[in-house]
């Protein structure tokens, strides 16, 4: 009787077992699973890149070189990042319908699902700034005060204080932003497309995008509001009262004019 009782298992041994096997099997999902899910967004990414160069090759190697090295007629776009092709595919500047001293916006020709290819297949030929997330670019959470004196100091001289545009030398113009999405402000800023300097984040950091977005959503979403006045490109009330003085004042000797000749014609009688 009592050797048969030292043979006897503890009553929690049969759970330990249990316990020490699930743990191996977790071991090895842990050991084997990341490395599967790798695998296939490697071969996912390979399959979007491969997608975005065909699209390239219809679409943009007749300009920019059948590896986008560039041409006499486009730019090279090896290490220009994905950001450069989100925004000018997204906007509609590119494919350009022809050369000139600034390609303008226009109508989008491809889907985002393409846009995304292109930019994955550039992207690969060279690293650059990628595409932003939403928290970064969203206005939400904005210093719009602060968005507003980074604005006026670094981009007012070509946008206007309010974003609405304006010439620049040799044909070329600085885009009105109203209804521009707070993304591609994001990725201009990011890349500087065109005759725009670029301010990656070494000259101006993630937030101080983010509070120039929000200035300008501020100054021209929907929700703002107009106490009234001729805008003239919201160049403020020095412009407005400028506007009035000389069209009102032109007006008064039109008017003064007219009485005049009124009286004299009316004294000849």
Known sequence: MKKLSARRR????????????????????TAFAPASKAKADESAQSLTIEEGKKLYEVGCASCHGAGGQGTTDGPSLVGVGAAAVDFQVGTGRMPAQQPGAQVPRKKVIYTQAEIDQLAAYIASLGAGPSVPTKAQYSPEGADIAKGGELWRTNCAQCHNFTGKGGALTHGKFAPNLEGVQPKHIYEAMQTGPQNM?????????????????????????????????????????????????????????????????????????
């Open 10 to 29: 503890h009553p929690l041994a049969a759970v330990v077992v249990l316990l020490l096997a699930l743990a191996a099997t977790g071991g090895l999902y």
């Open 197 to 269: 300097p670029s301010f990656p984040d070494t000259v101006m950091p993630e937030k101080a995008k983010k509070d120039i977005i929000g200035y300008l959503n501020a100054v021209n979403g929907d929700q703002t509001k107009n106490p009234g006045g001729l805008e003239l490109g919201g160049l403020g009330p020095v412009s407005e009262g400028l506007f009035a003085w000389i069209f009102g004042l032109g007006a008064l000797v039109v008017v003064a004019v007219w009485v005049a000749a009124r009286t004299a014609k009316a004294k000849k009688s």
